[in-house]
């Protein structure tokens, strides 16, 4: 485990891996559609192999640098399809295909989220392999042009913008709280409920705060810095 006090930390540093090479194609002005299929088709390779064999679930089976490559191998195929994914929806999303399907209401998509995440009996790396191949990426090209009013406009941004902070910090909040609660109420008495109440509310809170002065800061910093670095990058369909 390369982040054991905070395992989200895995896949945030894929994206970042997967941003900057973005960044790089930009500026090499390579960045085609050829390019982007190309990365996409590879990737959609690497996690059908991983739902078929499923040896990069089970890294205790081969040698330690073996199961190291393997989980790199592992996270650069998932964030390399679904980045890149979401950079081809973005590239055409006036295309009239996509503008033909019906928009969906976040509501609604809440909703099939959570019951596809909700682990389902039948679950297996075939399923998650579907619903990461063909279900996600449907919702997100059915969900990119509902347009919300006033208020709705409001919570989707705000719980855009909270969902980065939140993912960071959930996961070592909910298991100090756990550990704290198992200190305090070595009889386990304590009601579950309450401690689950006051595991979201903490998780909320701190990354509100993490978000409005850590992460925002240092956006708007790097932002300037890359603006001075990188004026000239170009960035197709954006």
Not at 6 to 13: I, K, Q
Not at 152 to 177: E, M, Q
């Amino acid at each position: 485990q390369g982040y054991p006090l905070d395992p989200p930390c895995w896949s945030l540093f894929f994206e970042v891996a997967a941003n900057g090479l973005y960044a790089l194609l930009c500026r090499l002005r390579l960045i085609s559609q050829a390019v982007l299929v190309t990365i996409i088709a590879c990737s959609l390779l690497g996690l059908i192999a991983e739902s078929r064999f499923k040896v990069w679930d089970s890294p205790l089976n081969v040698p330690n640098r073996l199961a190291l490559f393997l989980s790199f191998l592992e996270g650069f195929s998932r964030v390399g399809f679904g980045f890149f994914v979401g950079v081809l929806l973005y590239r055409h999303r006036n295309n009239k295909v996509l503008l033909r399907i019906p928009a969906l209401h976040p509501g609604i998509a809440s909703v099939l989220l959570l019951a596809l995440f909700a682990a389902p009996p039948f679950s297996t790396n075939a399923y998650d392999l579907v619903v990461g191949a063909l279900v996600l990426p449907s919702i997100v090209a059915a969900s990119v042009h509902y347009k919300p009013r006033r208020r709705g406009d409001t919570l989707c941004r705000f719980s855009g913008w909270l969902s980065y902070p939140l993912y960071v910090v959930h996961y070592p909040l909910l298991f100090s709280i756990a550990g704290v609660a198992k200190i305090i109420d070595g009889s386990g008495r304590m009601p579950v409920a309450l401690i689950q109440t006051v595991s979201i509310l903490s998780c909320l809170v701190f990354a509100f705060f993490i978000g409005k002065f850590y992460d925002d800061p240092a956006r708007q910093w790097l932002g300037k810095v890359v603006r001075a670095r990188f004026s000239g990058l170009h960035v197709p369909g954006g």
